[in-house]
């Protein structure tokens, strides 16, 4: 957490092929944003000097809240962080 107005979450998908999800619940807050970023690929995968790209963050798209609680997608493989901002 960045004081009391934002919060850092980071989860892991270790499933190899298939996609996971889950809900963050802040009902007692309410939520003024909410992003997320990942990075995935083979199980394999990983960055080299030659190939320094294998391995990117990209966008977390279908991060969706409402009602205090915040869904999250993670594709197979990946690691995501979630930035949630606060009013």
């Known amino acids: 957490a960045r004081g009391d107005k934002s919060a850092y979450i980071t989860a892991v998908n270790l499933s190899a092929d298939k996609p996971a999800s889950f809900v963050l619940n802040f009902t007692s807050r309410n939520i003024k944003m909410a992003t997320g970023r990942y990075i995935s690929g083979d199980v394999t995968a990983h960055n080299t000097f030659d190939n320094p790209e294998v391995v990117i963050d990209k966008v ?26 606060f009013d």
Do not use: F
């Open 60 to 85: 977390l798209d279908g991060v969706n809240y409402a009602n205090g609680d915040i869904q999250v997608p993670i594709p197979a493989c990946a690691i995501a962080a979630i930035n949630v901002e």
